[in-house]
């Protein structure tokens, strides 16, 4: 598990436990190690249902690939197997 982010756990909690939430983090972890999160990153400032903050939340996020591994960990270890 990556320690840094570790220290937030209620984030992480948050993240996982909300199904939108988790997915967009999960698939902004997938692209970022593909190194393919541009075309992501295009669209998201291009949505006009967004409003400016959360774009620049989302691509702050999106731009800090140890947070989105953490969240990917984070989610992978604590996922309840039924």
């Known amino acids: ?5 570790h ?18 983090f999960l698939r ?12 992501f990153l295009v669209e998201l400032q291009d949505d006009d249902d967004l409003d400016e903050g959360t774009k620049g939340t989302l691509t702050e996020i999106a731009e800090d ?7 990917e960990d984070y989610v992978k270890k604590t996922e309840i197997v039924h």
């Open 7 to 24: 220290h937030d756990l209620e984030s992480l909690e948050a993240i996982s436990q909300d199904d939108v939430t988790r997915d967009l």
């Open 65 to 71: 690939p140890s947070f989105l591994l953490a969240v």
């Open 28 to 39: 902004m972890a997938w692209l970022s190690q593909r190194g393919s999160l541009k075309p």
């Open 1 to 5: 598990m990556l320690t840094a982010w």
